[in-house]
């Protein structure tokens, strides 16, 4: 199989982050079969997944504390990436704001793999799956996103990301329609949409 120029990138799947609250550990619980199985098939296809793991910053203004405490320090259990959505020869960027373009090495990984496309996924996916969205379709890549592998605490919240999404930067579709195109030889489209 030759080498795929396409890439997945998860957003925030972190102990800390996705057990700050109960709808979150509910959404991602419903998910996570999906997701490991989309993760799984999308290795065998040969693409690289590129983890985007948020580390908050002790003198950021717009930190958020939870609880009385910040989340996602460096260097603590919290702040890992789960055990159950990582695997040998997957890459953890470390990124300190919602978008995993922003002030990170992500670009520069996508560059040295020839990556055209990236698949985006994670939760929230009205924070930071919409911002790496916007911000790599900024970059020129083709975005796509698979609705069943990105969650939010508040279904509302999600289906009116990917509605934003579908209609500026991304192809939205299910991640069983992106491993058959991939599996099948062929590419994943541009979208194309025209401003009104």
Request: charged share 25%; net charge negative; glycine share 8%.
């Amino acid at each position: 199989m030759k080498k795929q120029t396409v890439a997945v990138l998860t957003n925030d799947l972190q102990y800390d982050l996705v057990e700050k609250t109960n709808e979150r550990v509910a959404a991602v619980k419903e998910a996570t079969g999906k997701f490991q199985t989309f993760l799984g098939d999308m290795r065998d296809l040969g693409c690289p997944i590129f983890h985007l793991q948020l580390i908050n910053m002790p003198d950021d203004p717009n930190i958020e504390l939870h609880q009385g405490r910040m989340l996602a320090a460096k260097g603590s259990k919290g702040a890992e990436v789960m055990a159950e959505f990582v695997a040998e020869g997957d890459v953890i960027v470390e990124k300190n704001k919602d978008s995993g373009f922003y002030e990170t090495a992500l670009e520069g990984l996508l560059k040295e793999h020839g990556i055209e496309t990236v698949v985006i996924t994670g939760m929230q996916t009205q924070i930071c799956v919409q911002t790496t969205a916007a911000d790599a379709f900024f970059r020129g890549y083709n975005v796509w996103v698979p609705e069943d592998c990105v969650v939010s605490a508040r279904s509302e919240d999600k289906i009116r990301s990917l509605d934003w999404m579908a209609g500026y930067c991304a192809t939205v579709a299910t991640g069983p329609e992106i491993v058959a195109k991939l599996s099948k030889g062929e590419t994943l489209p541009r979208m194309s949409s025209v401003t009104p």
